[in-house]
Nanobody, 126 residues
Framework: QVQLVESGGGLVQPGGSLRLSCAAS????????MGWFRQAPGKEREFVTY????????IIADSVKGRFTIARDNAKATIYLQMNSLKPEDTAVYYCAASKRAVSSGLRRSSEYDYWGQGTQVAVSS
């Protein structure tokens, strides 16, 4: 059983930056593909990005491409989401997730992930 804990959310002005972290425990971190999803009020959970088990491959949604970057540190069992040039439409609860599947499976659907964190709120507003 893997436990995931996100941190780093908060209120930021448009154009600002935040870095989210997700610390994992209870499993072999390097065995999991890790992803970030987000859910805005009244909307479905949306894929943001994922990173492969070794960190060699990362896929990012078009809506955040060029602004968001995912990274992982297997020694610290932690992934990060660097968010730059934030927009009001980025406001959401951000969730990290772990999947036993390899990146070749696609991994853009929440149903493909086995473990989830509790989420961290990001609000972008002036």
């Amino acid at each position: 059983q893997v436990q995931l804990v996100e941190s780093g959310g908060g209120l930021v002005q448009p154009g600002g930056s935040l870095r989210l972290s997700c610390a994992a425990s209870g499993g072999t971190f390097s065995s999991y593909t890790m992803g970030w999803f987000r859910q805005a009020p009244g909307k479905e959970r949306e894929f943001v990005t994922y990173i492969s088990k070794t960190g060699s491959t990362a896929i990012i949604a078009d809506s955040v491409k060029g602004r968001f970057t995912i990274a992982r540190d297997n020694a610290k069992a932690t992934i990060y989401l660097q968010m730059n040039s934030l927009k009001p439409e980025d406001t959401a609860v951000y969730y990290c997730a772990a999947s036993k599947r390899a990146v070749s499976s696609g991994l853009r659907r929440s149903s493909e992930y086995d473990y989830w964190g509790q989420g961290t709120q990001v609000a972008v507003s002036s």
